[in-house]
């Protein structure tokens, strides 16, 4: 896993890469959310396997991809025709194949500007925070290697605080308990149990894209100082 989909961690996949070089393992890299927002070169990286997923970079929803290496062709998971260089049988989806190519090269092509009002939105929502709210804390990397679109805030223990999600949701905020894997499951997940996340406290993750605005997260820090018990 590239970027750590829940607390944002980036895992240095390079270096990961070139132990698996020096000791003969296979790569496989799970970019789902770095792809098409932070740099990635599968022969630098040494990336033998990759898999990409079009609705994580504003494409179509359905549609995602897998990088296979020539030198370690695998057997296909599905039988039958020849689509897909024969790796995958079945009639393909060609508008969310062409709409993935598409949204992954706007995206690729904007990396760097995306990646920097991604940055500076998510910098305005943490000095609102901190400044704002009473013991805050973030999980997962927060100095560097990490992936900018993504925070999880923990908010201290109090009566208010299992309420969050419900109430950043009837106010009109998109946010959730983990990742969207285990949205909806209200007990820590394995990967705050991992960081030894504290059970009393509540985790929110946050996300940002290009398209969120700082009025927007201006908003979002008003509605937390509303609905936290202490302001």
Do not use: W
Request: charged share 20%.
């Amino acid at each position: 896993m590239h970027g750590n989909n829940e607390i944002g961690t980036m895992a240095p996949i390079r270096i990961i890469g070139g132990i698996c070089r020096q000791y003969g393992a296979l790569f496989h890299c799970d970019t789902v959310q770095t792809i098409g927002k932070y740099p990635i070169n599968v022969q630098d990286d040494h990336i033998d396997f990759l898999s990409g997923s079009a609705h994580k970079f504003h494409g179509p929803k359905g549609a995602g991809f897998a990088f296979i290496s020539n030198e370690h062709i695998i057997s296909p998971y599905i039988h039958g025709g020849a689509q897909e260089r024969n790796m995958r049988a079945g009639t393909e989806n060609v508008a969310g194949i062409a709409g993935l190519a598409k949204a992954l090269e706007i995206s690729t092509a904007n990396m760097e500007t995306n990646y920097a009002k991604i940055l500076a939105l998510r910098n305005k929502f943490k000095t609102g925070l901190s400044t704002t709210l009473d013991d805050i804390k973030y999980n997962g990397n927060q100095d560097d290697n990490f992936m900018a679109h993504v925070l999880s805030v923990s908010f201290p223990p109090g009566p208010k605080a299992e309420m969050l999600v419900m109430n950043l949701d009837i106010a009109g905020i998109s946010a959730s308990s983990g990742s969207a894997c285990t949205s909806g499951i209200e007990e820590d997940s394995h990967v705050l149990q991992a960081i030894g996340h504290q059970k009393d406290r509540k985790t929110i993750r946050f996300s940002f894209s290009p398209f969120n605005t700082e009025e927007e997260v201006i908003m979002t820090v008003e509605k937390l100082k509303s609905m936290t018990k202490y302001h």
